[in-house]
């Protein structure tokens, strides 16, 4: 194919590296023959998926000729009671980097800026360069975001804020002061995204509470999702909630049917699987100990993490150490697009995959 077609690619997306999802346990089988793949590269509920969203799976009603509903109404209702907040405030999307997605091209484009941390998500980056729109990053402290610092970036072009908390890949969180005080800090006509995907496995005392701050300032979008705690990463369900106004303006632009009535049933019983969301949570926390205080025990310098994934360095080069896993059978993920070449991190699996990983590991140092 002739590349002059490429000579028109909106301005931003020439130089941008496409997301690099984990690899997946098809890929490797298929590559390395293995029998048996452990999987712990994209920071997935090693319980699997909340037994409550998949019995609906058996008794799913014949409408699936039907086109979802598309103002999701069950689901979002389920999510505004849970949230305690009303209907008005919430926007469903094909997971929350939609979401992150909408707030780009909803407030982005060129000539604008949007602003996050360094060693910040990468979806950040992918959905405000293809806006065509700069991303500024501001220098992490401790691996995390230094919001006291953010505003000292902000200026007349400044549109959109990101922030991941906790943060993927480093694991670091923001306390609700921090947020708040930015939040105070930042002009009511720049949009700030909070992101709080791994929001439910947060233990700390002082961690954001995001609804309080949402009667607070109408510039607020906090995204969730499903694919974390809730086991349903495959089924595509994220969301939002903002102001009436706000959720008003990205669903003008959000395509009609994006979450599909498979999706939206299986969240609506998911987001009250408490027995789900606990068992989860309890293995994370037993789990992180056990994990952290072993790669510690081999000599690895492990960032410390409120989230369900570990990042940590030692004295290799993580690609290699990725690639000698995956011929071991073990997926975890290499962090180079973070500008993290010499760190790993692996998702907090289950007692017999981190095992699995541990022992591989062990073998390679
Ligand atoms: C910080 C963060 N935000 C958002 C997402 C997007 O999740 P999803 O689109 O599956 O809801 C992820 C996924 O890994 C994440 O790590």
């Given at each position: 194919m002739s590349p002059d077609i490429l000579k028109n690619l909106n301005s931003g997306i020439g130089d941008l590296r496409p997301y690099e999802p984990g690899r997946s346990i098809d890929e490797v089988v298929a590559e390395f023959g293995h029998h048996e793949v452990v999987k712990l590269a994209s920071n997935e509920n090693p319980l699997g998926a909340s037994p409550k969203a998949l019995s609906i799976l058996t008794e799913l009603e014949n409408d699936l000729h039907l086109y979802p509903d598309g103002n999701g109404t069950k689901l979002k209702k389920e999510i505004a009671d849970h949230e305690n907040v009303a209907f008005d405030n919430i926007i469903i999307g094909n997971g929350s980097n939609e979401i992150l997605e909408l707030a780009a091209r909803a407030f982005l484009s060129p000539n604008t800026s949007a602003i996050a941390s360094k060693h910040a998500f990468a979806v950040y980056k992918i959905v405000t360069k293809s806006s065509g729109a700069s991303l500024t990053e501001v220098p992490s402290c401790n691996w995390g975001h230094d919001l006291k610092s953010f505003d000292d970036y902000l200026d007349s072009g400044t549109r959109v804020i990101f922030i991941?908390?906790?943060?993927?890949?480093?694991?670091t969180y923001n306390t609700h002061e921090e947020v708040h005080s930015l939040l105070k800090k930042v002009p009511s006509s720049v949009l700030v995204v909070l992101d709080c995907a791994y929001f439910e496995y947060v233990t700390k005392d002082d961690y954001v509470r995001p609804i309080d701050l949402l009667n607070k300032f109408d510039n607020l979008l906090i995204t969730k999702t499903f694919s974390k705690i809730h086991g349903l990463a495959s089924i595509r369900v994220g969301y939002g909630v903002a102001n009436p106004s706000l959720v008003e303006a990205l669903n003008r632009i959000r395509q009609p049917f994006n979450v599909n009535t498979i999706a939206q049933a299986m969240a609506c019983k998911a987001i009250n699987d408490h027995e789900h969301i606990r068992k989860s949570m309890e293995l994370n926390s037993q789990q992180y100990e056990f994990l952290f205080d072993q790669l510690s025990t081999l000599g690895l310098d492990c960032i410390p993490s409120v989230g369900n994934f570990i990042t940590f360095k030692g004295n290799f080069v993580g690609k290699e150490i990725f690639d000698s896993l995956m011929k071991k059978g073990v997926i975890v993920r290499c962090v180079d697009l973070y500008d993290m070449k010499d760190y790993i991190r692996v998702t907090i699996g289950t007692e017999a995959e981190n095992l699995k990983f541990l022992r591989a590991l062990e073998d390679l140092l």
């Open positions: 991941a908390n906790p943060n993927n890949p480093t694991g």
